[in-house]
């Protein structure tokens, strides 16, 4: 999650912050599902974190197991919490893979206690 929403609002900086005569941007929560902006600034975030022709290869999308997503962040060369993250994501379903995504670990590596 940590990692996803970073490259969101990363994104809006690229795609959406000085696309208007204010010069600034206001990332809400209301109704974000229905907002293009936020359509545009997720899949900004889910492209950049896994290259979209090499995320249709990935066995885990359709498997959704320890061994697949381990096997397919070995092949991308990425963190298997990616990989699970983005599954999440897609299946907007944050109850699966759950020991792959590493909760609280940015926290620790940023020195905030829990």
């Not at 293009?36 to 066995?59: G, S, T, V």
């Not at 397919?72 to 060369?77: M, P």
């Not at 020991?99 to 940015?106: E, N, T």
Request: proline share 2%; net charge negative; aromatic share 10%.
């Amino acid at each position: 999650n940590f990692w996803f929403v970073l490259m969101h609002e990363l994104g809006h900086v690229f795609l959406h912050l000085f696309d208007s005569l204010n010069m600034d941007f206001f990332d809400e929560e209301d109704n974000a599902e229905d907002d293009d902006l936020e359509k545009e600034a997720d899949q900004f975030a889910l492209d950049r974190l896994i290259n979209p022709d090499m995320w249709d290869l990935c066995l885990s999308r359709f498997s959704m197991t320890r061994e697949a997503v381990l096997m397919d962040a070995s092949n991308l060369g990425i963190h298997p919490s990616i990989v699970a993250g983005r599954i999440r994501k897609e299946r907007n379903n944050y109850t699966i893979l759950t020991d792959l995504v590493g909760q609280g670990a940015v926290r620790v590596l940023l020195g905030e206690a829990r």
